[in-house]
């Protein structure tokens, strides 16, 4: 029902028409309109509630976007179950206010049991049935209620998000996303109207919202009850009382509310209660959720007080989402969706010592009664399990399995937690992280055997993230807080009241039978947060990044805070030491499939400023370590192109051995700021690097640059070869490293492999080839590593030139095809054809020969006429254009040419002898890109070359009846392609390449069917069908090549050979004609082991 009482936001108006609006409809996952967006730009007015507003500026696209983002995330919560045919409509302006943005609607004069939207997307209330009771009880203009909510855009420094994410990381800039989709939760209903009659404060409406609202005494909000400001006041039960004095510093709340309100009112619902359980929040320790009081001299009560809540007025805020009992006020105010959807479990509650899951998170049946087992919830920005209270102990023993963008398995706040997981927390939505840490100090995490933590994010991140009213505003942080309320005489105990004096998490403990696995990175420390001490152990297996951005000397701590916290990083730890222990680890071992003497670790380590690294345990990566210290105290493996970076000391025990990579001058890749300390043994390979010497020498006492330090033993690994053409000795009396580098073995021509090395020796000064062999030396894989010598050799240039004869071949395989086609010739009259053309060309590869699929097109012009009934003789001129894409080395060709030829047939008594000879020129430019691992480099030529084709051939034809005509044929072709010197330009490896002479000779045998049929008013239709056999008799070509950056000019062939000599050719066209205009559509395929395929469409004119 409407409220019949008029508000000061109701003033005599003037109806203003907009000029243009933009709208657009948000729709639910089901395709239901939810909400439909009205954006009002620079100069156009709108009305609403009696004010008329015109917008000072216009939205971006970007700001536009985010908007509908906001509006979408609603949509998707409330939509599944709307009924509504039609949407909810909003008008969208903007507004000169700074710093600041706002949304409402008309839930303010709805008063009944439900949000107005609830009942309008739920319970069939039509917006035309609304608005006629509104401007009935108002008096307000059917003009202003022409929309049902009004969003509000400030001007600011407004944050456009790259993409969703689970914390804020606007910056100090104000996030539009999350202040809109605080804004448009207010417009659902979730806030009250109070003003002041006769002195006193007084609840304007009783809309669903306010009828949930309690004081601290239990009294509920009445539009007939005077709210005051303090406990004291007399007869303090006959009114709602929200004290003014009751706050941050004064409040009785052992569990202390974080909120910085002055005063709390409560929300009270069925669904709140079933979320928050027997959780006494807020300043007064109420079994119910804070909502704030006062703001200045008036008050609000229209805002979630829960700590750090998007939805509160606190200063700080670092949820990009709404917290579960968030949602569940939503529903106490009608709204109809499965809450269960987006929270698996949330523990409100404090000093829990036991918590035991009773469920996972997995998708939800139809009727959103139950999760299904071993299924993936959908949700966007979903949690399985949220800590919002301090002192618990809680074990996670379900899996949590979401597929959701943005979504946390578990998320960590409040303080002082101690979390167990025994289960699988799989988030394989894009951004979103298995285990979130975000609030607090002193929390215990445990990844206990059988764990298994695996995000398309970040596995384990601990991060306070950024405020989403900017860091300007206020910054909170491990040992940080800042902001322009916050000064020093205060920030010590305001520090203690926001849980910030402290590690956010004091144990991250990686047990044994554990796996954690990130796509961005396994664990990941934010530059706000501490982490004392992170515990892997034997059995522990890890994938992905292990990376801190905290930096002991960050700005931001106090100087007294400067340079003490460091994180501890232990790989290793095996605090299970009993004979039943080691025993139930063994067991737990095979099932579990994990090595329990080792950590199974692939990742890099990062931490230059913060991480003390202590290996315990054998340890191998293949990527690189950047630490503040590194304590080895067992045998270690570095990869070929690890690299090692220690801001201070490097300690090794003498019991410890090293395996690690000597690069190109002799050293360690290994590189220590502070201290080196070295008792134990070495054995070094050949690290990933160019080598442009055949022998290394070694300097034992300073293998680390700058450190004059000796390992006890230095010895060569010989079990480690990283290299397929790096043939390594050591000769330890004289420690040198002896170098042979030999690719012979991996090459299709021995003539290569001298070129190469012949480059990588004697390559010009200018010319960069470090990177190139640096990559090329050490590949691997054997099928790559070949690979790349094709594509550093000149093959692509005979891909080139097949691709060249091959065309030379079609335009001879189209004039063979002409020759028995209608009206071609003619007696005693020269008859004229032009016509243009498009080709496509799919060619499989063929051995040697490279796959490549071609376009092009172009125009034919030629000349034919019929002597005597026994020659026909015709010219042709040929303009072409094609372009190529070859597979090997992801080159392309684009060919440009001209081919001028003539043409016979003559006829001994219905026996043909055919013949064509042609002559072209053509310019080719040539691009290929050649990719080796992380090297990249790119190429290009351009030539002009010259073309010759002759053909020869005999066939007869058989007259079936006058529109059939069968003609058996065979003919034998020769095509040439010269090209002269190639100099391409590019990088290291540019080739040079000698002029050459390609050759194409090949033959068919085959038989051509054909109809042709003549219809009045000088229409025709001609089908085609030819097939036969095709045979070549050359199955290679070949060229010589140097690469231009080598001094001694070592030159090395390249052959390549085709497999399939023979084919079976189909080839099949259909002509359409029109007194003397024609057109025609003709395919073929080459049919051998694998089906080359082309397709031609030409129309043209004969005159």
Known sequence: MLSLKKTALLLSLSACMALAVDTEIVYSKNGRPIFELNFYNQGESSSFAGEISTSPYTLNQAQRKEILRATQFWANILGDRATNLEPLKFVVHTSPMKNNAFAASYDMFWEGNNALFADMLYNNLSKEEFDQGLVEATGLSYDDVKYTGIIGMGISDWYIAPNPSTLPTNGNQFSIFGTFTHEIMHALGVGASAKQVNGNFMFETSNAF?????????????????????????????????????????????????????????????????????????????NAVPINGWEGDGADISHIELDNSLMSHQQWRNYNFYMEAELAILQDIGYDFDRKQYYGDSIYESNLLDWQSTQGFNDRNEEGTAYIANTYNKSDYGVGLHIYGRFNTATQNHDILSQGIAASGIRVDGSNNTLNVNSKIHTIGAFSNALLVAYGKEHNINLNSGSELIANGIGVHINFG??????????????????????????????????????????????????????????????????????????????????????????????????KYFTEVNFGTTPTSTPSARASNLLASTSLNFDPNKVVFDGNILGYDSLKLNINTDFNTEKSIEVYDLSLNSSASLGVDSIVEVKNNFTQTSSSTLQAPINSEGKLNIFVGGNANLSGNLEFFLGKDFYNTSSIALNKAELIDGKTTSFANVSFANDADFSKFLNISYDEASSTININRDYSSLAKNTSISNSLVSLALNSSPNADVSSLFTELDFLTDEARATQALDELSSKVYLDAAKASLDFQKDINDKLVFDLYSKDVFKDDEWISTIYTFGTYNSVREDKDFSSYKSYGGGVNAKVTKSFNDTLDLGFNLILNASNYDFKRNTATLKSRGAYLGAFANVDLNNLFIFASLRAGMQNDSMNRVLNINTFSDTFKSSYNAFTTSELLGLGTNFNLSETFTLAPLAYIEHNSLSTPSIKEQGGASSLNIDKNTYHSLSSFLGLKLSYDKDFTNGYGLGLSLLGGYNHFFLDNLDNEASYINDTSNVKFSSKNYVKDKDSLRVQSAIDFTHDNFYSRVLFQSDIKRNIDFSTRLEYGIRF
């Open 210 to 286: 306010t009828r949930h609202l309690q004081d601290y005494k239990g009294v509920m909000a009445s539009k007939d009850i005077a709210i005051i400001d303090s406990k004291s006041q007399a007869d303090a039960n006959n009114y709602f009382v929200v004290d003014r004095n009751t706050n941050l510093a004064t409040q009785s709340n052992t569990i202390k509310s974080l909120s910085t309100s002055q005063g709390h009112a409560y929300f009270v619902g069925d669904n709140v209660l079933e979320v928050i359980k027997n959780a006494r929040l807020g300043f007064d320790g109420v």
């Open 466 to 563: 950024d405020n989403a009213l900017g860091n300007n505003t206020e910054y909170r942080g491990s040992y940080m807080l800042s902001g322009a309320s916050i000064t020093s005489t205060v920030k010590d105990n305001l520090m203690q009241i926001f849980n910030l004096n402290g590690a956010l998490v004091s144990n991250l403990n990686v047990k044994q039978g554990s796996y954690i696995e990130g796509s961005e990175a396994a664990i990941y420390i934010a530059n706000n947060a501490f982490v004392e001490n992170i515990n892997i152990e034997n059995g522990a297996t890890i994938k992905g990044d292990i990376i801190s951005l905290w930096d002991p000397n960050n700005e931001r701590l106090k100087a007294d805070d400067m340079n």
